[in-house]
Nanobody
Framework: VQLQASGGGLVQAGGSLRLSCAVS????????MGWFRQAPGKEREFVSFISWTGGTTSYVDSVKGRFTISRDNPKNTVYLQMNSLKPEDTAVYYC?????????????????WGQGTQVTVSS
């Protein structure tokens, strides 16, 4: 299984970006998918997950109401729509896949990781 994250970039505060994560393999629809981020000098942080059905989602408090996770199983892709971006959202964003399809906030429970995409929000 390989994950390829894309969609990062430089945006002004208040702007929007949509991250995508394309997943190889025919079992994508059975995986829970998550997004994590890591800012310079900080530990990797949970951002959001979506269950294999898409019926359950979760967000870290700091992004609730601003970020939306979704998935398109026929396209083997998960998305993170990020609105009202703030400078503190600046980080490398990673997508991850977990064979436990219900979803989890713990990075250790994810089995596969993408390479990360840089998001920079200027003030």
């Amino acid at each position: 299984v390989q994950l390829q994250a894309s969609g990062g970039g430089l945006v002004q505060a208040g702007g929007s970006l949509r991250l995508s994560c394309a997943v190889s393999g025919r079992t994508f629809s059975s995986y829970a998918m998550g997004w994590f981020r890591q800012a310079p000098g900080k530990e990797r942080e949970f951002v959001s997950f979506i269950s294999w059905t898409g019926g359950t989602t979760s967000y870290v408090d700091s992004v609730k109401g601003r970020f939306t996770i979704s998935r398109d199983n026929p396209k083997n892709t998960v998305y993170l729509q990020m609105n009202s971006l703030k400078p503190e959202d600046t980080a490398v964003y990673y997508c991850a896949a977990a064979r436990t399809g219900c979803g989890t906030v713990r990075a250790a429970n994810y089995d596969y990781w993408g390479q990360g995409t840089q998001v920079t929000v200027s003030s």
